[in-house]
């Protein structure tokens, strides 16, 4: 039987509903679906593609599973390698990472196998039909914190606790997640989806122990004393960059990170919320991440009645997955390129100082870019055309321009050492300058994405063992 | 879930209450503060540290009913819980090499200044405590303030107990009496904060203000209590939950704070009314 060139599409909402509500956006496979597209995987000797995944699941294995109807089967091999199996088949840019290596892709110029969206439907399988079914494993009597619930900190709490560990997780907000729940949005990523696989750590032994800022609440050093053998810090990226521009401090002005978590972490888009939110209006979103994709859907999805993306370079160099982009675009965010705010304008009534409008967003001042020489990055530099200043009529402006590391470990941990930037330094292994310490994710390598700090926090847990075993 | 342990009426529109929150009561240092949420929807609020029993593993905190959250919180009695309450945050106010220090408190904010106050008392400061409150009725913490001061002055603003006038009044006399402070340590409304500052400007005494924006984690992430510092001819934005809360008060952009402090002041209103509402129902 000859092998379908094309990759089956993925049933989604449409464009002009899901514009308005903050239901996924992509509906997942039917089980006909997921077989057909299970049957286009060559199952290749050399698997090209697990090289591709950062946490290397037996890709091949899981589709011949998926092949024979094995949902269940499917799901097992996943979670071998990956703790948090729906939430990576959702948000992982596959494009760049397994399926860039499908043989279907580089051999026959097809489209490759749709991995993402096979693990996904096996992971959602096994959600929605095998409650409370992870097995417990013996305990090896080791103790292991990990500091912060997000994407490293879970899939690090997961490989050793089902290696025997008792692992602690210490989170500083009242949800564990971390950027899968206050950051990455509903119609995304459904926050009951990263509750369940949290659920499914739980079930696994591993104790979650929300407001604990580590830094503060307790210090590294007192995990130790309190019997702790190893820890490992995955807190994430850190305090919001700002642009440096006059205005920034006008109300109607968020970082990317504020914005989401009002949305997201707080449900401020909720008909009835508890925690305001800028809605509706005109909206400038500053970034070409997918952070600045998902500040800009939501606040279409808030009501804006325009919303804008302001990137500095163009669409080639616009860092956003693909698909993320192309889904901004269908459901009408306009996307202004080469431009680069240079003032946030505010209301200011001379006559009256007490205007209740003082102080809030009317517009913004941009120039316009072109393309000089590449810079360090290899990305070609932007330039100001002189002269061509424009203002566009904004009434909020969410700054997604990336996130400085936060000081709190650092400034209370000595001898854990940080590169110029704020990063942890750490080993191939994670391994941080102190003991027993390791790291990994965003608190190391600054803002990047939630599989390659699932990575890290993979690599960290097997050193992590082997440290303890060597010990012991 | 976080026990109140203890609740206690100090005035009609502020409540101290006694958390049961072992490992923050263990940390928490004066000028640091917590998040909490009241229930499972809640928003999260910071609020000051009003005192600690670490043997007890009880923190105090001291708020006034301002909004909805507020309201909430002041109907949970002794025996009930918080949903959340994390901490402590922000740096401890700073004391070393301060010998005499002037504490300024306006209102509610004299439940973070009496802490700071007992602080220097403990370290053997001379303290001078200043505090300000509308009227007689709102008057909170009398005795806790003499207790820990060399000399306490309370005002009114309508002059129905102790001196008429603002706090800025008996501050300005004390200066150019000649009195000399190592610094200057006012917690209070923004707008008090700024003309204590303007007050001690030409006498070159250091003042320290204590900031306390909108915040939602508390921990650095979301930017929201982002302040200007004007320092050296430079607009500097730090963030009061890491940075602060505590800044110095010369270089602190107090109009601004001003004007960020009411960005969601129709949505605080309608969503306190509404509070009231469901209380009065009930």
């Not at chain 2, 001690?200 to 979301?222: Q, R």
């Amino acid at each position: 039987m000859a092998v379908n060139p094309k990759k089956h599409e993925m049933p989604a909402q449409k464009a002009e509903v899901r514009a308005h509500n903050f239901e996924e956006v992509a509906l997942g496979y039917s089980p006909e679906i997921a077989l057909e597209e299970a049957a286009r995987c060559l199952n290749c000797k050399n698997s090209p593609c697990v090289e591709g995944c950062p946490v290397n699941i037996r890709i091949p294995d899981f589709i011949a599973r998926m092949k024979e109807g094995d949902w269940e089967g499917a799901y097992q091999i996943i979670s071998r390698s990956s703790s948090l199996p729906a939430v990576c088949g959702r948000v992982c840019p596959q494009e760049t990472q397994c399926e860039s290596h499908c043989t279907l892709l580089t051999r026959a110029k097809m489209d490759p196998v749709g991995i993402g969206r096979l693990e996904r439907f096996a992971a959602d399988w096994h959600n929605d039909h095998a409650e409370g079914s992870a097995v417990k494993p013996e305990p090896n009597g080791h103790r292991v914190a990990v500091v912060g619930a997000g994407p490293s900190g879970l899939t690090c709490a997961g490989d050793l606790a089902k290696k025997g560990y008792k692992v602690t997780v210490y989170e500083a907000l009242h949800t564990a997640g971390g950027v899968l729940v206050y950051g990455i949005p509903e119609f995304r990523l459904p926050k009951r989806i990263v509750a369940r696989e949290v659920d499914t750590l739980k079930e696994l032994g591993v104790d979650v122990e929300t407001n604990v800022i580590i830094g503060k609440t307790l210090t590294i050093d007192e995990l130790f004393e309190a019997g702790f053998e190893a820890v490992f810090i995955g807190t994430g990226a850190g305090l919001p960059n700002f642009m440096n521009i006059p205005g920034e401090a006008l109300k109607g002005v968020y970082s990317a990170n504020e914005f989401l978590t009002r949305s997201n972490l707080m449900k401020a888009y909720r008909e009835d919320p508890v925690t305001p939110i800028m809605k509706g209006g005109y909206v400038a979103v500053v970034g070409g991440g997918n952070v600045a994709m998902d500040a800009a859907r939501t606040a279409l999805r808030l009501g804006a009645e325009k919303v804008y993306i302001i990137y500095r370079r163009s669409m080639e160099e616009l860092p956003a997955r693909r698909e993320e982009v192309e889904h901004a675009e269908e459901e009408g965010i306009e996307f202004h390129l080469l431009c680069n705010p240079t003032e946030i304008l505010g209301f200011e009534n001379p006559e009256n100082p007490r205007d209740p409008r003082n102080g809030f967003v009317t517009g913004i001042r941009c120039v316009r870019m072109e393309l000089g020489e590449p810079d360090a990055s290899g990305r070609r530099r932007p330039v100001v055309i002189p002269g061509s200043e424009f203002e566009l009529h904004v009434d909020t402006v969410v700054m997604a321009i990336g996130t400085s590391p936060n000081p709190l470990i650092k400034n209370t941990t000595e001898g854990l050492e940080v590169n110029r930037r704020g990063g942890i330094i750490v080993t191939e292994e994670g391994l941080t300058s102190r003991a027993n310490v390791y790291a990994g994710g965003d608190a190391v390598t600054g803002a990047a994405t939630v599989i390659s700090a699932m990575g890290a926090g993979k690599v960290a847990a097997k050193a992590i063992d082997e440290q303890l075993r060597r010990q012991s | 879930m976080y026990p109140i342990i203890r609740k206690k009426i100090l005035n009609p529109t502020v409540t101290q209450m006694e958390i049961e929150a072992p490992l923050v009561a263990r940390k928490a240092r004066p000028g640091q503060f917590i998040i909490l949420r009241v229930d499972e929807e809640g928003e999260r609020i910071p609020l000051t540290v009003a005192g600690t029993d670490p043997a007890e593993g009880t923190v105090k905190v001291i708020f006034q009913v301002v909004g909805a959250t507020t309201e909430k919180l002041n109907h949970l009695e002794a025996g009930q819980a918080l949903q959340d309450f994390a901490g402590p945050l922000g740096t401890a106010t700073e004391t070393e090499g301060i010998r005499k220090v002037c504490i300024v408190g306006g209102g509610v904010g004299c439940a973070i200044a009496m802490p700071v106050a007992q602080e220097f008392r403990r370290l053997g400061a001379q303290v001078t405590s200043i505090i300000g409150f509308r009227n007689k009725d709102l008057l909170i913490l009398e005795d806790e303030f003499r207790a820990c001061s060399d000399e306490l002055i309370v005002m009114t603003d309508d002059g129905s107990y102790g001196r008429h006038g603002n706090v800025t009044v008996p501050l300005k006399e004390k200066l150019e009496a000649g009195e000399k402070f190592d610094r200057i340590i006012t917690i209070g409304p923004l707008i008090m904060m700024k003309f204590v500052t303007l007050t001690a400007k030409p006498f070159g005494v250091p003042v320290t203000v204590s900031m306390n924006p909108i915040m939602i984690d508390g921990t650095g992430m979301c930017g929201g209590c982002r302040v200007t510092l004007n320092r050296n001819g430079e607009r500097v934005t730090r963030f009061a939950c890491v940075d602060g809360p505590d800044f110095d008060g010369y270089e602190i952009d107090f109009d601004e704070a001003m004007s960020r402090g009411r960005m969601y002041a129709d949505f605080e209103r309608r969503a306190y009314e509404a509070a009231c509402n469901l209380f009065r129902g009930a």
